[in-house]
């Protein structure tokens, strides 16, 4: 059974940085592509980016090209989201997904707020 375990969201300053971690397990977590989407309100579910299974090559979105990176531990079946020079617009529930997309089984999201 795919668990995935989000944490690390909070509240934070315009500016700011946060680290999220996704814990996987009850799959083969080094075979699979991982992605983290956002989800707002108003604009739903949105793709941020993705990491191959080596973490060899990743690709974002560019609302967040530059400023968020994803890296993964193997060892650990751990998945991080490193976000940085955060915006408002970035304030969303995140979540990891099995997935090159936004589809696939994620967890229960964590959320993070950017606000003065």
């Known amino acids: 059974q795919v668990q995935l375990v989000e944490s690390g969201g909070g509240l934070v300053q315009p500016g700011g940085s946060l680290r999220l971690s996704c814990a996987a397990s009850g799959f083969s977590f080094t075979r699979y592509t991982m992605s983290w989407v956002r989800q707002t309100p108003g604009l739903g579910l949105e793709w941020i980016g993705r990491?191959?299974?080596?973490?060899?090559?990743?690709t974002y979105t560019e609302s967040v090209e530059g400023r968020f990176a994803i890296s993964r531990d193997n060892a650990k079946n751990t998945l991080y989201l490193q976000m940085n020079s955060l915006k408002p617009e970035d304030t969303a529930v995140y979540y990891c997904?099995?997935?090159?997309?936004?589809?696939?089984?994620r967890g229960q999201g964590t959320q993070v707020t950017v606000s003065p």
């Open positions: 997904t099995r997935s090159e997309s936004a589809s696939g089984p």
């Open positions: 990491i191959t299974p080596s973490g060899g090559s990743r």
